[in-house]
């Protein structure tokens, strides 16, 4: 009954979103969506045993294609910093693995939930050689140093920074709670940003990472200008694998005063023959 329950949230969620998202498909467009999306998602569940516990050369050997991955290597010759903007797209994970294998990367990291899980997590993202920092002023602090020593690190940019922590900026129209964490550390680090995304191939072939070269306006020191332009690279994303997006998220659960909340539950159908 619990797992019922949670499968029919995710559910709710996903529509929600996609129908929020994308206005202009038909009811049979919307529907294909989201039980795409709902597969993806299973799949994602599924990949989190080999993400967190393979042998690392046994997970990069799922890495069928990279890329872009000049982008990274050009930056590392300059000595410049690298901050990869990486949205909630595919095996995002697995990232993280292939790029600390390469080259030192400091990422920031918040304990989960769920504290059985923290240990696991931290094994996970730190096997191949990432340093992990908490998610506080100490942690911002150790992300500047490795910028400025040249490393690499990750940001994922796409989830509601809490109530006060962010700045509102459109993304696919609707106004959400955006960090303004990257604007600030590009604009102090000079470091270089780069988007990118693992995509899930089909039929279990594997990943294919892509590193896109990311728009100057990340780093424009207006927050709201530079929280607009991050959404917009996070859409651009989103619409390019629309099914491999965590559409499952709560992305708008917080709102501009006044706005009205856009998650409420659904009245109970009524059933008269009760």
């Known amino acids: 009954m619990l797992f ?13 979103n996609i129908e929020l998202c994308f206005p202009e498909l038909t009811k049979q467009q919307t529907n294909e969506l989201v039980r795409e999306s709902l597969m993806q998602t299973g799949m994602a569940a599924v990949e989190c045993g080999g993400m967190w516990l393979w042998p690392v050369d046994r997970l990069l050997e799922k890495v069928r294609n990279v890329s872009g991955s000049d982008l990274v290597i050009n930056a590392k010759r300059e000595g410049r910093g690298v901050i990869l903007l990486s949205p909630h ?30 240990n696991l997590l931290r094994y996970g993202r730190e096997r191949a050689g990432a340093k992990i920092v908490p998610a506080d002023a100490g942690g911002v602090r150790a992300l500047y140093k490795a910028l400025s020593q040249g490393e690499l690190t990750a940001i994922l940019p796409d989830q509601d920074p ?17 960090m303004s964490l990257l604007s600030r550390l590009a604009d102090k680090s000079n470091a270089i940003i780069l988007t990118t995304y693992a995509e899930r191939l089909p039929k279990g072939q594997g990943y294919h990472i892509h590193f896109l070269p990311a728009p100057e306006c990340l780093a424009d020191k207006d927050p709201v200008l530079a929280a607009t332009c991050l959404n917009r690279v996070v ?24 706005e009205a909340k856009l998650y409420n539950r659904e009245p109970p159908v009524r059933n008269d023959n009760e």
């Open 4 to 16: 019922n329950s949670y499968s029919n949230e995710l559910s709710r969620i996903t529509r929600r």
């Open 162 to 178: 809490g109530r006060g922590a962010g700045v509102f900026a459109p993304f696919f129209g609707i106004q959400a709670n955006t």
């Open 89 to 118: 797209v595919g095996a995002w994970e697995v990232i993280g693995i292939y790029c600390s294998k390469r080259w030192p990367m400091t990422i920031m990291y918040r304990p989960p939930k769920m504290k059985g899980l923290d």
């Open 235 to 258: 859409e651009e994303c989103a619409r390019a694998l629309p099914s491999q997006y965590q559409w499952a998220y709560r992305r708008f659960k917080n709102r501009p005063e006044g």
